[in-house]
Each structure stands twice: as C-alpha cells, then as structure tokens.
C-alpha cells in the first residue's frame, strides 16, 4: 500500500487565522472556551484586541458574530463541528436568512472528538448545514486545501461552513492551492469500475479504501468534494459515466449527508447508477479512541472494499 504524511488540519487553525490577519485588520475570531482545542489561541496572543471569548454561551457567540459582520468585520466562529452548527443552528439560520458575512470553522467531525464523550460527535453537521439558503459547505482535505479555503471564505461576501479534520488525514497537496466552490477534484483515476466519492475528513479511509481495492485488482476513480456547497453536479456526473457503482465514503450519518447529496444528484439525473453509501448508519456513536470508534461504525479502508466486494 502507498505510504502517505499524515497530518491533523485542526492543528494550523490558528497560524492559518494569524497570517490571514496580518493582511487583513477586518479579520476578527469568536471562541467558546475551547480556543487551545481549535489552536485559535494563537490568534488571541497575537491579537488580542480581534479576539473575543464569549466563555461556554455557544448561541450568544454566534449572536457575537452576526453582530461583528453587521458592523464590516469578518469574524470567524471557530469551535467543535457539533456546537458551532447544531448548537447554534436557529442563530446560524437567521445569519443566513440576513446573508450575514460570517464565517464558521468546524473542527472534531464526525467521530473525531473520539474519547471526549459521544456527545461531542458531529454526525449530523452536513446534514444541518448543508440545507441552509445562502450558506456555502466547503470540506478541505489537508493543509493546503485548508489554507485556500479560508481565503477563499474571506472573499466571498455571505456566510460559510469549514468543516475541519481533528484526526489525521493524507497530505496530498504539496504546493498552495486556488479553493474554487462548486469544484470536485479527482485524485486518482485507475479505470472504470468504481467511483469512489469522499469528503476530506474522511480522506484517510477513503484512500487506504482505494488502496486495498487496487491491490484486489479493481480499477477504481477517487474523487474528492472538497465543496458540499455548491456540489459540482456537472463534473461529478461526467465522472459517473461507464462506471459500475458509486461508494460515498463520509466522517458522518449516512443521511442526509454527502451520501444523500449524491444520492439526490443521481436519482435526479436519470442515470440510475447504483450507490452504496460508507458512513455511520442510523445510530449513535460512543465514546473511544477515535480510530477504534470509527472502526466499529463503519469507517475504514476495509468498510470500503467490503462494500465494493459485495457490490
């Protein structure tokens, strides 16, 4: 199997945020109580004057944000994936009614607050924000994808999600990227049997699942969404084409997440592709090491061949 760098995105928040900053004065970040778990506290000892810790008051910090924008900043809400979209999901949606020019960075998707309690889990983020009017899904794979993302987020005018790996994942780009939403990427494509859809955070699967799948002699595409909105319908479909089936491989239920993105995209296209979606199904998780708890629900590189081998 290929041997990759892995890295943990969540890790270069902060200096990403102080770069950023030192460019842009507009640039301002929120926290809830957790800025030495995002790595935002870097950018509160770098300026502290744009920093603003609103202590455990998720709802009112996202009220904090909303309030920022109104008067010309560009603040960033950064916390854990589960608070930053389900906590403050009736906050979220009145920025987004008003379109307000906030940015969110969910970090610990999915599974991968691992042991700090299952209630920490974000299985549902895609799904809740996904679903919003005006709100733009980006899911950046490794560092560099991250980078351009977020200074893709500072231009674009109207509110944005990031969802953001706390777990490692591959480091597939070496060099500094353009971020384009509405963009998919396809990382490998070996040949017409089956396309291999994920999203970044479940990168490290997806691509041990690609692997292990080559070795057992399939000729597979993997492709990256890198943007769950706006989804590249055009691009993906065009990859579609003479494939034998689809696998969504996601750090996240299985509904209404990129599964159900793609599953709705297909079903609308009239191509009748089959699809099976890796993820977490219909439950709840529980507390572990993160590795471990993915394993059980269902997101490993051998979840991913099993699917394709009983396809």
């Not at 987004?96 to 960075?105: G, R, S, V």
């Not at 231009?155 to 780009?173: F, L, M, Q, S, T």
């Not at 060099?175 to 509405?182: D, S």
């Not at 699809?275 to 219909?282: A, F, M, S, T």
């Amino acid at each position: 199997m290929k041997k990759y760098e892995y890295i943990s995105p969540r890790d270069y928040i902060g200096d990403i945020l102080i770069e950023l900053g030192e460019k842009n004065d507009k640039i301002t970040v929120i926290d809830s109580d957790l800025a030495s778990s995002v790595t935002t506290h870097k950018f509160q000892q770098r300026f502290p004057e744009r920093f603003f810790e609103m202590g455990i008051a998720e709802q009112n910090s996202l009220g904090v944000t909303a309030g920022l924008a109104t008067e010309g900043f560009i603040p960033f809400y950064v916390n854990f994936a589960i608070f930053s979209t389900g906590t403050v999901w009736t906050q979220l949606r009145q920025s987004c009614y008003a379109n307000l020019n906030i940015k969110i960075i969910g970090t610990h998707p999915g599974m991968d607050n691992g042991p700090d309690g299952a209630s920490h889990h974000a299985l549902e983020d895609i799904a809740l924000s996904r679903v919003l009017p005006n709100l733009k899904v980006f899911n950046p794979l490794d560092l560099e994808d991250l980078k351009a993302a977020i200074k893709r987020a500072i231009e674009i005018k109207g509110p944005v999600y990031i969802r953001v790996a706390r777990d490692i994942v591959p480091v597939i780009h070496k060099e500094p990227l353009i971020f384009k939403e509405g963009v998919s990427e396809l990382l490998f494509n070996e040949g017409n049997d089956y396309l291999l859809i994920f999203e970044g955070t479940a990168a490290k699967q997806a691509v041990e699942g690609f692997e292990l799948l080559k070795e057992k002699g399939f000729k597979n595409k993997l492709l990256n969404i890198k943007s769950i909105k706006p989804l590249d319908k055009e691009g993906i479909l065009n990859e579609v084409k003479n494939m034998k089936g689809i696998i969504t491989i996601e750090n996240h239920t299985v509904n209404a997440g990129l599964g159900g993105a793609i599953s709705e995209m297909i079903a609308e296209s009239g191509m009748g592709v089959p699809l099976r979606r890796v993820g977490i199904q219909d439950t709840f998780t529980e507390s572990g090491k993160t590795g471990d708890v993915k394993q059980k629900y269902g997101l490993s590189g051998e979840k991913v061949l099993e699917t394709v081998e009983k396809f």
